[in-house]
């Protein structure tokens, strides 16, 4: 499926990575951690199918999560209704370079092409937690009750400032202990109820 509007994401919104960054942001050039929702957009030459391409060498952090598709606008809604205004969801695999710090973007670190990697989208449903094999064996897992605002919170407090259009796409947040996967590897994405994500990091021909 296409996706005719923009791809948002939200960095932070992993209570776990938070309580990791507590010292960072008290310290200066922040003084408090983040009140608001903190995001980003991954354009549309960085959606891919089923995997990117590496160069030699690199090591990328594959973040597994969860993309919502809005099937109507979401205009200052309450937690309440806000999930009213999704009509679709879908495993997804954002896809970064390391970085030091949050305090200047990461544009070229995260927006290459095949840098979100997406799998089917499916109607609707709660997701308590997804899992991640690399090769083939267990590389990762994570409870979405670590998540700072869950779903419905976060497109309320999105769309206290923004519109989130019909046709848009929201990642709900990225684990902060996501795996590191390098050229070579192949990752699958699982989550009940919801067909499973494949991507394979293959090294970029020169």
Same mark, same amino acid.
């Given at each position: 499926?296409?996706?005719? %509007?923009?791809?948002? %994401?939200?960095?932070?919104?992993? =209570?776990?990575?938070?309580?990791? /960054?507590?010292?960072?942001?008290?310290?200066?050039?922040?003084?408090?951690?983040?009140?608001?929702?903190?995001?980003?957009?991954?354009?549309?030459?960085?959606?891919?199918?089923?995997?990117?391409?590496?160069?030699? %060498?690199?090591?990328?952090?594959?973040?597994?999560?969860?993309?919502? /598709?809005?099937?109507? *606008?979401?205009?200052?809604?309450?937690?309440?209704?806000?999930?009213?205004?999704?009509?679709?969801?879908?495993?997804?695999? *954002?896809?970064?370079?390391?970085?030091?710090?949050?305090?200047?973007? #990461?544009?070229? @670190?995260?927006?290459?092409?095949?840098?979100?990697?997406?799998?089917?989208?499916?109607?609707?449903?709660?997701?308590?937690?997804?899992?991640?094999?690399?090769?083939?064996?267990?590389?990762?897992?994570? @409870?979405?009750? =670590?998540?700072? =605002?869950?779903?419905? @919170?976060?497109?309320?407090?999105?769309?206290?400032?923004?519109?989130? =259009?019909? %046709?848009?796409?929201?990642?709900?947040?990225?684990?902060?202990? #996501?795996?590191?996967?390098?050229?070579?590897?192949?990752?699958?994405?699982?989550?009940?109820?919801?067909?499973?994500?494949?991507?394979?990091?293959?090294?970029?021909?020169?």
């Amino acid at each position: 499926m296409t996706i005719p %509007g923009n791809f948002y %994401g939200v960095a932070l919104n992993d =209570r776990a990575e938070r309580d990791l /960054l507590a010292p960072q942001f008290d310290s200066a050039p922040y003084g408090a951690p983040p009140s608001a929702p903190v995001v980003y957009m991954k354009p549309r030459a960085s959606i891919a199918r089923c995997g990117t391409m590496l160069r030699a %060498g690199e090591s990328v952090k594959a973040s597994p999560t969860l993309a919502l /598709l809005f099937s109507r *606008d979401a205009v200052r809604c309450g937690p309440a209704n806000a999930m009213a205004c999704v009509g679709a969801i879908a495993l997804a695999l *954002d896809v970064t370079l390391p970085q030091a710090n949050y305090y200047r973007p #990461a544009i070229g @670190q995260a927006i290459r092409d095949g840098f979100l990697v997406l799998g089917d989208w499916m109607p609707a449903s709660p997701v308590t937690e997804i899992a991640t094999d690399i090769d083939g064996q267990p590389g990762h897992s994570w @409870q979405l009750d =670590r998540l700072v =605002r869950e779903p419905g @919170q976060l497109i309320a407090d999105l769309s206290a400032f923004m519109t989130l =259009r019909a %046709g848009d796409a929201l990642l709900i947040g990225l684990p902060g202990d #996501a795996p590191s996967v390098r050229a070579g590897q192949s990752i699958t994405v699982r989550s009940a109820g919801l067909p499973p994500l494949h991507a394979a990091f293959e090294e970029a021909r020169s």
